[in-house]
């Protein structure tokens, strides 16, 4: 993997970066000393720097104030401390919106959303993205060439959907763009429907007012066409800072599970992913949906480390009721994103503010001081950081791989109309990725664009909307003999949210070795007996096919209602491979069953096999050594973990072999020669 800018960033920081968003704008300059004294005792070896800065920096239009910036860096240069510097661009200044109100965001419903939060500008705007040049240009002026600068960090969390004029205008382009010509629009939209044919390009407009019951292809394609205006000004505003220079990576912090921006089209633009995760610590489970994102972005980009961007010290602020992270929390939700590809720990923010909405959101630096116990787990953990710069670079390998797509996300959760319509595609995917983290499989996260040959399982979930090409992919990796895991109502929608013809499931029929005649969403309260060929039994509820079998054989069959003796499980051999396929929805220990004896049977390596589950285990390596994390979730209860060979835990310096204890909410980073 040749990634040059990341791996002269890796040499700049010395192996991990560790550090948080500084907002030294907020705060008198004699404290920037006292910040700059304590973020070296808490081993900061980075700082996100200006992120909300634009009205500080262009406090009127066209009229700058770099001065304080000047000292900032400069006094972070002398201390040993790079900056990963922000464009500014995700808070608009009062001045430009009040002078350019078009700048602001209209909402689906119409009403424009006011100046007072952030993220208030309409990503087609034109005049948003000249200013947003602007500010981006005069940055990239000053301080691309200086040293303390060691990243660039374009705006932050793009996030917002509008239904402006100019975002209606440039719906209609990438609309010529993607169809052509009208007739092609209306033959992919079904306007025929209701009566919806356009006859000239004008009256296509951003959906907004109605909200429900429109037309589902238009609403995917402005999902589509939202998340491509944000990537636009992204791409902008990097071209500018590239310009200047070329050797210093870009990039820009993306949300957890974030539903209105297409990943897989952004990460290729940027040179590392970058991740900001709050995990709710009243939350038991948090850990696992992190391990699931945390793979996700390890895969965005291909399997190369990403970015841990921000995450909280302790408490957010964002909930009703904002619980603090316990003892210990913090180094393990940190080392778990390091053991899963990061090659940072950062948080938001350093300094915990004294006003605005995040005077309560938990910092590096607290309210309470170096004396706190958050500042002390805090300045633990950068000397932890410290002893794991070798593992900076490393990589992880995987056999087994979850399809996860936004435009299926967006197919089945952004209408009505299906034949029901509270699909989770979160809950649904953690539903299947659950039983891999509990059982320590290494996962990567595909799109249906991913190479898949490194793979013996690919596990589908809820594939409702796939192109041609996705199909063709899924299809020719079970014929070259994969072993495809996929949940029901998969292959039904094209690319254009049209429901593809001859019979359910359209795209994925030959496949899955049957066709279905209807689809039987439950009952509320409905549940059903399924009998396993193999003598279980279970439960199932929430969905059935009436489903026919042509060339699979049925796994598991209902023993009761309407649908007795019908397939609820099918098996279908195809080509080189096989394919498993859930027409209903299993209890959890039925399913995880299922999957994980396909696991086994495909031949999935597991060297964690048997260690408990809240037991995380992982691998990170490079051509020389392996790195195995184990990290104890359990509050109580120790965990004593055999382990071959020679090796040294990074963490205690110590030896470990034979056997590896790992205390309660502790954690080992053990390193050894690599396995031949
Ligand atoms: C986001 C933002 C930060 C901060 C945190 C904490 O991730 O990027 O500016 O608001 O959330 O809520």
Known sequence: ??????????????????????????????????????????????????????????????????????????????????????????????????????????????????????????????????????????????????????????????????????????????LRRRYGDLETLNEVWTTRFWGQVYTDWDQVEAPAV???????????????????????????????????????????????????????????????????????????????????????????????????????????????LNVVKEPGRMRLGSLQAVSRGADSVMFFQWRAGRGGHERFHSAMLPHSGPGSRTFREVAALGREAGLLAPVAGTTTRAEVAVLFDWNNWWGLEELWGLPRNDFSYVDTVMRHYRPLWEHHYAVDVVSTRSDLSPYKVLVVPNAYLVDDEGAAAVTEFARSGGTVVMSFFSGVVDACNRVRPDGYPGAFRRLIGAKIDEYWPARPGERFTVDFADGHTATADWWREDIHLETGTALATYADGLLKGRAAVVANEFGAGRVVYFATLLEQDAFDRVLIG?????????RFDGLPAHLECTVREDERHEYLFLLNHDAEA???????????????????SGEVTVPPLGAAVVRRARRA
Not at 146 to 171: K, R
């Open 210 to 320: 109605p909200r429900t019951w429109m037309n589902p292809s238009r609403i995917l394609d402005f999902k589509r066409f939202t998340s491509d205006a944000l990537l636009e000004c992204f791409v902008a505003e990097r071209d500018i800072v590239r310009s200047f220079r070329d050797d210093i990576p870009i990039v820009t912090n993306f949300m957890r599970f974030y539903r209105h921006a297409d990943y897989w089209r952004w990460a290729p633009e940027e040179d590392a992913a970058a991740l900001d995760i709050y995990p709710d610590p009243a939350d038991p489970d948090a850990h696992v949906s992190s391990a699931f994102q945390f793979d996700l972005f390890r895969s965005l980009k291909g399997g190369r480390p990403w970015l841990l961007m921000e995450q909280a010290a302790s408490a957010v602020s964002q909930w009703r």
């Open 638 to 656: 120790s965990v004593a973990v055999p382990v071959e060979g020679d090796g040294t835990d990074l963490l205690t310096g110590l030896p470990a």
């Open 1 to 174: 993997m040749t990634d040059p800018r990341m791996r002269a960033f890796r040499d700049r920081v010395g192996g991990l970066a560790y550090g948080g968003d500084y907002n030294p704008e907020q705060w008198d300059p004699g404290v920037w000393r006292e910040d700059v004294r304590l973020m070296r005792e808490a081993g900061v070896n980075l700082v996100s720097l200006g992120v909300f800065a634009w009205a500080s920096l262009e406090p009127e239009p066209g009229e700058y104030e770099f001065g304080w910036l000047d000292e900032v860096m400069d006094l972070l240069h002398e201390n040993g401390i790079a900056v990963n510097l922000a464009t500014p661009t995700a808070a608009p200044p009062a001045w430009l919106t009040h002078r350019h109100p078009e700048v602001l965001p209209v909402m689906a419903d119409g009403e424009r959303f006011g100046f007072g939060n952030r993220l208030h500008y309409d990503p087609s705007s034109p005049i948003y993205r000249e200013h947003a040049a602007n500010i981006t240009r005069r940055l990239a002026e000053r301080y691309s060439f200086h040293p303390a600068l060691a990243m660039w960090h374009i705006s932050n969390e793009y996030g917002p959907t509008a239904y402006n004029e100019a975002a209606s205008a440039g719906f209609r382009r990438w």
């Open 598 to 606: 396909e696991l086994r049977t495909a031949g999935v390596e597991n």
